[in-house]
């Protein structure tokens, strides 16, 4: 069976490339199509094999700058035309579904959102003052592309529950949901004793809400790791109190170590899924999340079963603190044990054999 893959850009390994990666292992011989590609950014398997770029990708400055580029990106993708495969599978947040493929030729999108920016983010993006209305023209032109495009794709897979609501409001379609791999065979929880620092693991856009922790922990005092990178790191690093330490982007060890060390994962964005939270939860931490978006399947909150995680219910620091507080009062009642049994539910094993089972199943 030949197979084309087709993802947005590859500038770095983030959630959405740890799905590619698994769909490289089960078709390692595919070719690889994509907006933007930095090389070195990505695995070396992903690296391995041919990967075919749009023209934006010999732009000079792309790597920083890609993401204004935004309203070319429906042109670029469409550029491709896809003939000679017996499959093409899309992991798709923005672009990537839109490929054209010749008729006949099965198209699964693996969909991690409809496209946040011009959808249920686009406030968190472009705001409400001047900036939006300059943009509104732009959002409705991507808007009608994005639902055009969308009729392209044989049969959606969504990333959560959460994501195929949207899918469904969006697109007017139905999905499948298989969740996305956790390496949970690298992440381990430690045999010694936690240490008395705080993680949050950001991507320095508007919806990850990092400013909400470090404000959180202003008040506090309590000591906050800061793991990532992304366009509003420097000016929240800037502005950060000493008890809030910035690492940058860490190596895939070395996350897995932060995460067994740490006394909680801060999660106070709203995922489509959340692969971060469930990497915290196979190291054994408890999770003080967001109560909304796809930790809603990921975390058990306190109060149910076999808690794995605190909610906190509003996008402010006081109510994070709330949580947090909240947390220090019951956190013996968290059994590390069981907090890793729930992570094990999100093997890359498990996405493996369910997605080559949608795959082969017409």
């Not at 011009?118 to 959002?139: C, E, H, N, S, V």
Request: some cysteine; overall charge positive.
């Amino acid at each position: 069976m030949r197979v084309a893959l087709v993802h947005d850009w590859l500038t770095g390994m983030r959630g959405g490339e740890r799905v590619l990666q698994e769909l490289v292992t089960l078709f390692p011989d595919a070719d690889l199509y994509t907006l933007i590609h930095v090389p070195g950014s990505i695995s070396p398997e992903i690296e391995a094999l041919p990967i075919h770029t749009s023209p934006l990708s010999r732009l000079p400055g792309i790597r920083r700058h890609y993401r204004l580029l935004l309203p070319l990106f429906p042109w670029a993708i469409e550029r491709f035309r896809l003939r000679g495969y017996d499959r093409v599978i899309s992991t798709s947040h923005a672009v990537a579904k839109g490929i054209r493929v010749k008729p006949g030729i099965p198209h699964i999108c693996y969909c991690h959102t409809p496209m946040r920016y011009i959808w249920d983010q686009a406030d968190a993006y472009f705001g409400q003052g001047l900036k939006r209305a300059l943009a509104t023209p732009m959002i409705k032109y991507l808007q009608r592309w994005d639902r055009r495009s969308s009729t392209r794709v044989t049969q959606f897979i969504a990333n959560s529950n959460h994501v195929a609501e949207r899918i469904d409001r969006h697109y007017g379609r139905r999905a499948r949901v298989i969740y996305p791999p956790v390496n949970t065979e690298l992440i381990q929880p430690r045999t010694e004793a936690r240490e008395e620092f705080y993680l949050l693991v950001g991507g320095f856009v508007p919806y990850k809400n990092e400013h909400i922790a470090i404000e959180a922990f202003r008040r506090m005092g309590r000591q906050l790791l800061v793991v990532g990178d992304g366009p509003s790191r420097a000016r929240l690093e800037r502005d950060a109190p000493d008890n809030v330490s910035f690492m940058g982007r860490v190596p895939d060890a070395v996350l897995a170590d932060l995460y067994g060390r740490c006394r909680a994962l801060i999660y106070p964005q709203i995922e489509d899924f959340g692969i971060v939270a469930v990497e915290a939860q196979a190291a054994g931490r408890p999770v003080i999340a967001l109560g909304r978006g796809g930790a809603r399947e990921t975390v058990v909150p306190y109060g149910r079963e076999n808690p794995t995680g605190v909610f906190f219910h509003h996008r402010a620091a006081r109510s994070l603190i709330e949580a947090i507080e909240k947390f220090e009062k019951i956190e013996p009642e968290f059994d590390p044990k069981t907090i890793r049994q729930h992570a094990e539910k999100f093997s890359a094993a498990r996405f493996r054999q369910e997605m080559l089972a949608e795959i082969q199943r017409d």
